[in-house]
């Protein structure tokens, strides 16, 4: 009784601001309809709805205006369902919707009418359809998208045309992976904007090896794309389209050896390389000097720590971006490290150019203590005392002996000393073998 209840009352609390079907659930700004058993959209949902979970139901279709009376929707999980199509003007009146999930359905084409409307789209699902032919215009007002998800589908044409730098400024990744793809127009993908370079899944096709493939390919991986480091044996291709013989083009570089990947790719995009590093603590100034003439250009930076910035999302005291496309950043850490691309984009001629620095911060060395010239003068200082040791004895001449008799006993005693002292140095003294001794007369 008391789960019945807790609807009824959240829409007392909303008042005339829509109805919670009984099978759903709604809890604040979420109505949870999943698992439902549903075929059909309700008639009635809570106006208010920032949530709407309809996922892992069987319904098969959605009219026109399906979600016309919830202004404030901003995430719609439809995720495992059995939409075969969706009808022009199913999304009016939502445009507030950020994530759309449409996996694990029964689409098999995406037409350009089915996102009418939806500027404020973000992420858009669509993987593991039955997906065989995408629009070119499906895209098409999708301005605020940064992420889409197509893999595990059948497709075998995508319209990369229709990718821009002005049309999707923020788009960042582009998942193709585990499809049908063979052949890829390749000046299409090369003129793709660089944050969709960087971020287009590719793995898992049929594409026919050939060096337009791998010299783009190479360059990514040159680049050190994860899209390519992640899934390194995962990218295939096919030799002259027999799928049972194919070759991990970046596990065996071999069969492109004539392919020419010296010279760098024809790109509409300029990109210059370079190479930076500094002490942690330090303040570094990355310009972003291009190829563009043009006086009326806009600046963004793509940074390893903060992200996508432009001069009106900057919000940081240790980091300014000037009009010029300058990026200061005034105390250097070692997270900081990583590429920076900056992108200048001159709207008026429709051109653009990307500059990339790769910053490596180090921590500041320690000063250590030198022992190489105390460890030389220590051996130095040994060996002179050896030599001392060895070649300065005592003093053996005449006017240092004291007189006396010589005795049998002193002599005696003086040869076992010099044997003995024989023992510990590297030369012999002379033995006085012609000396006579006299003996004392037997008594």
């Not at 069987?58 to 979600?67: N, P």
């Not at 939806?118 to 993987?127: C, D, G, V």
């Not at 793995?203 to 060096?211: G, K, Q, T, V």
Request: with cysteine; hydrophobic share 35%.
């Amino acid at each position: 009784m008391t789960f019945r209840l807790y609807p009824l009352l959240v829409l007392l609390c909303h008042g005339s601001d829509g109805v919670c079907p009984p099978m759903c659930i709604c809890v604040s700004d979420t109505a949870g309809c999943s698992s439902c058993g549903l075929t059909k959209l309700p008639q009635s949902l809570p106006t208010y709805s920032v949530i709407l979970d309809l996922s892992h139901n069987y319904l098969s279709w959605l009219g026109v205006g399906s979600f016309k009376k919830m202004p404030k929707l901003e995430k719609l999980l439809l995720t495992h369902n059995e939409l075969v199509s969706l009808e022009e003007g199913v999304f009016t009146n939502a445009s507030s919707l950020r994530y759309l999930d449409l996996s694990s359905n029964k689409l098999r084409v995406v037409e350009q009418h089915y996102f009418q409307g939806l500027w404020k789209l973000e992420e858009l699902l669509l993987f593991n359809n039955k997906i065989t032919q995408l629009e070119a215009g499906m895209l098409n007002g999708l301005s605020s998208l940064k992420k889409a998800y197509f893999s595990l589908n059948q497709i075998t044409y995508f319209p990369f045309f229709s990718i821009t730098d002005h049309s999707h400024p923020f788009m960042s990744m582009l998942d193709l992976s585990s499809n049908r793809l063979s052949r890829l127009p390749w000046v299409d993908v090369k003129a793709l904007p660089m944050l969709v370079q960087r971020g287009l899944y590719l793995h898992n096709n049929s594409l026919i090896c050939d060096c337009s493939m791998y010299s783009v390919f190479w360059h990514w991986d040159l680049r050190g794309y994860e899209t390519l480091r992640d899934f390194t044996e995962e990218h295939t291709c096919t030799i002259y389209g027999n799928t049972r013989s194919f070759v991990r083009f970046l596990r065996q570089p071999r069969f492109f050896r004539n392919c020419t990947v010296e010279k760098p790719m024809s790109l509409p995009v300029t990109v210059f390389l370079s190479k930076l590093t500094v002490t942690e603590g330090e303040m570094v100034r990355l310009d972003c000097e291009t190829s563009l003439s043009s006086r009326d250009l806009s600046f963004a930076w793509l940074t390893p720590s903060k992200g996508y910035i432009t001069q009106t999302s900057i919000n940081d005291t240790l980091m300014s971006l000037f009009p010029n496309g300058t990026l200061d950043i005034q105390a250097t850490k070692v997270n900081d490290s990583g590429l920076y691309v900056c992108t200048a984009q001159d709207m008026k001629h429709a051109l653009n150019a990307t500059r990339e620095v790769n910053v490596t911060v180090v921590l500041p060395q320690t000063e250590t203590f030198n022992t190489g010239y105390t460890t030389l003068i220590a051996c130095m200082l040994s060996m002179l005392f050896i030599f001392v040791y060895l070649y300065l004895t005592p003093c053996r001449c005449s006017c240092c002996t004291q007189p006396g008799p010589r005795s049998v006993f002193s002599s005696s005693r003086r040869s076992h000393h010099r044997s003995q002292s024989s023992k510990r140095v590297a030369f012999m003294e002379p033995m006085l073998t012609e000396e006579k001794t006299e003996w004392p007369p037997k008594s």
